[in-house]
């Protein structure tokens, strides 16, 4: 098996803004809300902050956390029926537990089933950005070892 360390989790491969909704919770439907989110994608998870980047790394010194999911078990793909807009994935992810990886790879089946994800939509106008995005996401997943 590929051991991850903790240096290599770190490792931060993209960072941009696009446009986000998400559309469920835990398997719950919400509420269809677009903004624009600052992205940070690591080769194991991808974090969501609701401000700025500046605003967000002011909000970590004083404990402020963003949303956390961790790219272990995660599907991202093109959708055209979950939005009247262009250019949009969508994607469906669990949750990181304080940082941490809520699942080991060798039980993300037992998650999918027992745990109701996050479904949520990406979004840029710009063609290049999104597929850069979609691709780097993509390029992470499928480097994560499965079981
Ligand atoms: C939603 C809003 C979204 C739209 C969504 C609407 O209305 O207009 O922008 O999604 O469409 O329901 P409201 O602001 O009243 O919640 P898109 O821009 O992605 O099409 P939907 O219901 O078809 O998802």
Redesign the pocket.
């Known amino acids: 098996k590929d051991i991850i360390t903790p240096l290599e989790q770190l490792m931060v491969e993209k960072e941009g803004y696009l446009q986000k909704?998400k559309i469920a919770d835990g398997g719950k439907k919400l509420?269809?809300?677009?903004s624009t989110s600052w992205i940070v994608l690591s080769n194991q998870k991808i974090e969501f902050y609701k401000e700025s980047k500046q605003q967000a790394l002011s909000n970590l010194k004083t404990g402020q956390k963003p949303e956390c999911l961790d790219l272990c078990g995660a599907h991202i793909e093109w959708t055209k029926e979950?939005?009247?807009?262009k250019n949009v994935f969508q994607g469906l992810l669990w949750h990181c537990q304080d940082g941490k990886m809520e699942f080991h790879p060798q039980d993300v089946h037992k998650a999918i089933t027992t745990v109701s994800g996050n479904e949520f939509l990406l979004q840029s106008d710009i063609d290049f950005i999104i597929l850069d995005w979609f691709h780097a996401i993509k390029n992470a997943i499928d480097r994560l070892p499965k079981d």
Not at 31 to 34: C, M, V
Not at 82 to 85: A, I, N
């Open positions: 909704a509420r269809k809300n677009w979950k939005s009247s807009r």
